[in-house]
């Protein structure tokens, strides 16, 4: 069973549920985490206590693709695991080496480290859901979604729901200084998240979700690449525990896992790109690109 949010006819957002033969069922709820807290409070799990509401109830006459789909969580904060899959240690090592690999960096430190990298990217303004446009940085010129699996957790560190995460990245900024992280990660819509939340209850193995992204460039593909969950380095109790240590986190904080997907060194995003993250047990993200300026041409 999967969560969304929509908007319906009156521009009012709706949370839903979604069962396994793609019905969606409006919920008396404001938002994913009452979910949570109402079913905890009956003593039911989420998909019991889903279940008893929506038992006898007509469904919506209508098909997920005909929705105007939200971020399926208004999560207070984004954050984001690094380099815990051996393609991200690489290609960070390529950006950081300026191409030559030679020797060992920061980024095979934190990859064999017990303390995993663990850092702030997003916030909720900040935060885009499907079909709203991703932003290029003005000040990059290599820059890159990474497609992520995310936990949704509560403010105890308990993993209630998995959706899918762009990490967008800028390939050059990072490269040049790991100080300049923040500024790599975190600029305006430079994180998206859904288009659903995956009950966790209903995962029989989460360290067996296949993503593949695809990357369009005037309707044609022209990236697109797979990575398994199971060559996840670490464990996402591991992770969760490193970011609730000694910190205040929130109901419905999303933590990224990390990405093992990285498109071909000489590809950056452009423009008008179409970027497509599928974990067919969560669903398909899909943002446009958009660049937060427009070059003037001079003829
Ligand atoms: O070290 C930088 C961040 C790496 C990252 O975001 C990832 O591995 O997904
Ligand atoms: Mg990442």
Redesign the pocket.
């Known amino acids: 069973m999967r969560i969304i949010r929509y908007l319906n006819d009156y521009s009012n957002p709706v949370v839903a549920a979604v069962t396994d033969d793609n019905k969606i069922y409006p919920l008396p709820m404001n938002d994913f985490m009452d979910i949570i807290y109402e079913a905890k409070h009956a003593g039911l799990t989420p998909v019991n206590y889903i279940n008893e509401l929506i038992t006898g109830k007509e469904s919506l006459q209508k098909d997920l693709s005909e929705l105007n789909l939200l971020v399926p969580i208004v999560a207070p904060e984004v954050w984001?695991?690094?380099?815990?899959?051996e393609k991200?240690r690489e290609a960070?090592n390529y950006e950081t080496t300026d191409k030559k690999n030679d020797g060992e960096t920061c980024?095979d430190k934190?990859y064999n480290a017990e303390r995993p990298?663990i850092?702030l990217k997003s916030t909720s303004t900040r935060t885009v859901g499907p079909n709203e446009p991703v932003y290029l940085r003005s000040d990059s010129n290599w820059q890159i979604p990474?497609p992520?699996l995310g936990l949704v957790i509560t403010k105890e560190g308990q993993i209630v729901g998995y959706t899918i995460g762009n990490?967008m990245?800028c390939r050059d900024i990072?490269g040049e200084n790991?100080l300049y992280?923040p500024q790599a990660?975190i600029w305006k819509n430079s994180c998206s998240i859904g288009p659903a939340i995956r009950l966790s209850e209903t995962v029989a193995n989460p360290y067996n979700f296949q993503i593949t992204c695809r990357i369009y460039r005037n309707d044609q593909l022209v990236v697109e690449e797979s990575a398994n969950t199971r060559q996840l380095k670490r464990k996402y109790d591991e992770l969760v525990s490193f970011l609730i240590r000694d910190n205040k986190v929130f109901d419905g904080t999303v933590l990224?896992t990390?990405?093992s997907i990285v498109p071909p060194n000489n590809f950056t995003l452009q423009d008008k790109d179409r970027i497509e993250i599928e974990i067919p047990e969560i669903g398909v993200l899909s943002n446009p690109v958009k660049s937060l300026v427009q070059k003037t041409v001079v003829n």
């Open positions: 984001a695991s690094g380099v815990t899959y991200s960070r980024y934190v990298e850092f990474e992520e990490d990245s990072e790991p992280l990660k990224l990390g990405t």
